[in-house]
């Protein structure tokens, strides 16, 4: 028996969305607890993405509740703003402003969200810029780093703002091969310090090493939802193991 010491941070409860006519989410039931590492996987379409936009309001959800860290969104945008705060989020394609250099980036949104000074800013941002290990490119454009060097500026990014979940969508997809392990390093150790994360990956080796849970979805459904030597080892439905054979 799981016995649950806490209340989940992230609650879902019966939660569906359309797109027009199309149903892309399908009654869910889906929740986080505090720390915990939670894989998301599921073919292309699947509604995985729509699942984590829906965390900080990217996207809205029609029917059912979805309550962040105890706040219920709904259309106040106070409260959309609270949870915005507790959620950092990473996406595929980086989104890093060209304009701005690597530590404007990271500390614009510092002066301007949390309006810290401009001292306080950089100061913060170089903390996390040293902490994805890329201290040393603090004075360069996006357009000069490598693909595994601006999605570490985006996580650095996110992290300084303090969030207390961070969502991952698929932030290794656009990366050569080659990049792609360090990114998953500088998550494996953002995991091993206890952040709250839900990630979209097709990274069955870093699932297996960092996921608590896997949860496996399918039509805007949750198929499958079991810890990775479970879910690996006895996948329960014909859909994930045809899923696994794809991606293993
Ligand atoms: P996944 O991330 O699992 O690939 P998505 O959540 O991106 O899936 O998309 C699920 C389904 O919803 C897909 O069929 C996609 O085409 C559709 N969809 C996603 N975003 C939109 C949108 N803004 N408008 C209409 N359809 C969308
Ligand atoms: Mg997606």
């Given amino acids: 028996m799981e016995t649950r010491t806490m209340d989940p941070i992230i609650a ?8 027009g006519d199309f149903q892309v989410l399908k009654n869910l039931d889906f929740s986080v607890d505090p720390g915990e590492r939670v894989i998301l996987c599921g073919p292309s379409g699947s509604g995985k993405s729509t699942l984590i936009r829906l965390i900080n309001r990217l996207e809205e959800h029609q029917e059912g509740t ?11 945008p106070h409260k ?3 949870v915005r705060a507790d959620v950092g989020m990473v996406f595929q394609h980086f989104n890093l402003f060209p304009h701005l250099t690597v530590l404007e980036n990271c500390s614009i949104p510092l002066r301007l969200v949390q309006k810290k000074s401009a001292r306080e800013a950089e100061e913060l941002a170089m903390k996390y810029l040293s ?15 490598s693909g595994g060097q601006k999605q570490r500026v985006a996580i650095a990014r996110s992290l300084s703002m303090c969030p207390r979940i961070m969502l991952f969508d698929e932030p290794t997809s656009a990366l050569d091969p080659e990049m792609v392990k360090e ?7 953002l995991a091993r310090d206890g952040m709250t994360m839900v990630c979209v990956t097709h ?6 090493e960092v996921g608590d849970r896997i949860v496996f979805m399918d039509c805007g459904q949750i198929i499958e939802s079991a810890p990775p030597a479970e879910f690996f080892g006895a996948p329960r439905t014909d859909r994930a193991r045809e899923f ?3 991606v293993l």
């Fill in 131 to 145: 902490r994805v290990r890329i201290p040393d490119q603090a004075g360069k454009y996006p357009g000069q780093l």
């Fill in 80 to 82: 959309i703003e609270q």
């Fill in 183 to 189: 990114v998953l390093d500088t998550m494996v150790e």
């Fill in 12 to 19: 879902m409860n019966g939660v569906s969305k359309w797109f």
């Fill in 66 to 76: 979805i309550a962040v860290n105890g706040i219920e969104l709904d259309d106040d």
């Fill in 203 to 208: 990274e069955m080796g870093f699932a297996k």
């Fill in 244 to 246: 696994l054979g794809q």
